[in-house]
């Protein structure tokens, strides 16, 4: 035991010491270059629309204002409702979606499945050509009346070919035996998928699914196209109409269409409100973002195979 202690506890020589250095340092510069556009928006939000227009942005707040956050919290209940919609679709679309790209993939992975490669070039095929917006929307609205539903902003973030080739190359890295072995066992094709294939692909689920996420999280396009009723935005979608009202009431003001004694164009907060919605909509996806990190270091097959 002392002599396998010894062997652990090798001295690092002056070269190794160094390399670390160099390395650590290196990566907190990267690290505090993306940091710091993020506290420049943490100020912005928090500081005035004059003092922003005459100084631009910085690391600290500028005459400290809460007006934006105002702004964006102004109807409560109508901002809890977006977030509740947004947090639905995106859990259900990425359960949904990370099972049905893993048994996709699963499936094109087979070797012994023969029209394996005619199912692939079908699937790339459609990254490389598509109908275009107005046969998308025909198909959408009249043809599956999906115009102003739920379906309509989860059924298009649903699968994604590239999500699936990150998936299948996952899937084909795992050694036949164990599948072989599992069959052996006695296990079908799904029990093979569920209890063998998903838990060494965790890394990829994780991975995938955090794409799936943020997908759904940031979609504003579908809901601008499809949702009509207000009940039913999601929180980008609603948030994107914020703007563009604050935006819509400037112009009204420079053309005179309002009197400047009711809407002052200085105290509207346009570029504030803008960094504050940046931090309302990014502070769940970064809070999340710790929980699957660790599954991305993490090797596909560690501990399957032992000699």
């Known amino acids: ?17 160094a390399l670390n250095i160099i390395g650590y340092l290196f990566c ?12 420049m928006i943490l ?7 004059a003092a922003i227009i005459k100084n631009g942005f910085s690391l600290l707040p500028q005459d400290f204002s809460l007006e934006a956050y105002k702004t964006v919290f102004r109807e409560p209940m109508t901002v809890m409702r977006a977030y509740v919609n ?4 995106t859990i259900a679309g990425t359960a949904a979606g990370l ?11 087979r070797k012994d499945f023969e029209w394996r490669n005619y199912f692939s070039f079908f699937f790339y095929f459609t990254t490389l050509f598509s109908g275009g917006l107005v046969p998308y929307y025909i198909l959408m609205s009249n043809t599956l009346n999906l115009k102003d539903s739920y379906l309509a902003l989860l059924l298009p973030l649903l699968f ?17 035996s164990l599948v072989d072995a599992a069959k052996i066992d006695g296990c079908g094709e799904v029990r093979t998928l569920f209890k063998v294939v998903i838990p060494l692909i965790k890394p990829a689920l994780a991975t995938v699914g955090l794409f799936i996420a943020l997908a759904y999280w940031n979609d504003w396009y579908n809901a601008m196209l499809y949702i009509k009723t207000g009940s039913k935005y999601p929180l980008q979608y609603f948030l994107y109409q914020q703007v563009n009202n604050i935006e819509a ?6 053309n005179n269409a309002v009197s400047s004694s009711i809407i002052n164009a200085m105290s509207l ?10 931090i309302v909509v990014t502070g769940p996806i970064i809070l999340a973002y710790p929980l699957v990190q660790k599954y991305f270091v993490q090797g596909i097959t560690i501990g399957a195979v032992k000699g």
């Open 1 to 17: 035991m002392k002599s396998v202690k010894r062997l652990g506890k090798i001295k690092k020589g002056p070269d190794v010491i």
């Open 28 to 39: 907190g510069l990267i690290a505090l270059f993306c940091l710091v556009p993020f506290l």
């Open 43 to 49: 100020s912005g939000s928090f500081s005035s629309e």
């Open 86 to 89: 947004t947090i639905g679709l």
């Open 99 to 109: 099972i049905l790209q893993t048994m996709t993939a699963y499936v094109l992975a």
């Open 160 to 176: 994604s070919v590239y999500n699936l080739l990150i998936m299948k190359s996952y899937i084909m890295a795992i050694p036949e």
């Open 249 to 254: 009431y400037k112009k009204l003001i420079a």
């Open 269 to 278: 907060p346009t570029q504030t409100l803008k960094m504050a919605l940046t």
